[in-house]
């Protein structure tokens, strides 16, 4: 299993607008090889000494992390779809602009890795 994480800062007051837009991402991801997608806002994020999540991208005032993942069986299959999901006409129809600029977020400030599975404790 491979995995891609972001860390996101969304305003406060789009909390509804930014589970619309991964609610609506899911059926495109899944059409392309995702195996599951959480998205998790914000309940109890401290400010460390050093460094942590709202430093790490910048979060003003008034914003909310969301921490969020999404599995694949494979790296190769998470990096094959990212094309073929950008190209795909739901992603225009769905989330406006390609820039990004109609997001309830601001994208230059996600930070996204991928990380290959080193253990997977499951219930």
């Given at each position: ?12 007051g789009k909390k ?33 000494t050093l460094t ?72």
């Amino acid at each position: 299993m491979y995995v891609q994480g972001f860390v996101i800062p969304v305003p406060e007051g789009k909390k509804d607008d930014y589970g619309e837009v991964a609610r609506k991402f899911w059926p495109i991801a899944k059409d392309y090889g995702a195996l599951s997608q959480v998205e998790c806002w914000e309940a109890d994020v401290n400010d460390g000494t050093l460094t942590d999540f709202r430093r790490a991208v910048k979060a003003e005032a008034g914003e909310r992390i969301v921490f969020a993942w999404m599995t694949w069986p494979d790296r190769e299959t998470a990096e094959a779809s990212h094309d073929k999901i950008m190209a795909d006409p739901r992603m225009s129809e769905q989330f406006g602009n390609p820039d990004g600029s109609d997001m309830p977020f601001d994208g230059k400030r996600m930070i996204i890795g991928g990380f290959e599975t080193l253990f997977v404790g499951e219930v």
